[in-house]
């Protein structure tokens, strides 16, 4: 695991502070080694159970250890095994701000009634001179309340279904 972090950092992946979206592209990686990676980290966490972060020991004599949050670590096999099976992997920080079309494109909506609904005030955003801007946090809470308002009225036709005896 620590060499494929070593690896990581050196193929540009520990550049991804400097931008609001990092992605890796299907067929940007080998399946193949994607999948074994996934796979041993995989065991790793299965033969370190626990809680705390992970300790992994340096490759060579007096290599400082690598700390890494368990979390991360489950991530990072979860990203593997989407490459591995050929998917693309989008990281987008909760604070990554986005443009109006980024926005509409990752709600599955036209660009205008994206603008709409920010108009109205469903979405909250900011201008940057003529620009809106919408933080991925306050994108994510618009389709979490939009879903589970979906999920609602849903609820309510099967209920007026049963009611009604239809099939």
Do not use: C, W
Request: net charge neutral; hydrophobic share 40%; proline share 5%.
């Amino acid at each position: 695991m620590l060499r494929l972090l070593r690896i990581m950092r050196l193929e540009g992946v520990g550049q991804m502070t400097r931008q609001a979206i990092s992605q890796i592209r299907p067929g940007d990686v080998d399946p193949d080694v994607a999948n074994r990676a996934a796979r041993r980290i995989r065991d790793f966490l299965a033969t370190h159970q626990g809680s705390g972060p992970l300790t992994l020991p340096g490759e060579l004599a007096g290599d400082d250890a690598l700390i890494v949050p368990r979390e991360a670590a489950v991530m990072l096999a979860q990203i593997l095994s989407l490459l591995a099976n050929g998917q693309g992997v989008q990281i987008i920080p909760d604070n990554a701000e986005l443009t109006t079309q980024q926005a509409a494109d990752m709600l599955n909506v036209s660009r205008p009634y994206l603008i709409k609904l920010l108009e109205s005030g469903e979405i909250p955003y900011r201008t940057v001179g003529r620009h809106r801007r919408i933080t991925f946090q306050d994108l994510r809470e618009y389709k979490r309340r939009d879903d589970q308002h979906r999920r609602g009225v849903l609820d309510e036709l099967a209920a007026l279904s049963q009611e009604l005896d239809l099939p």
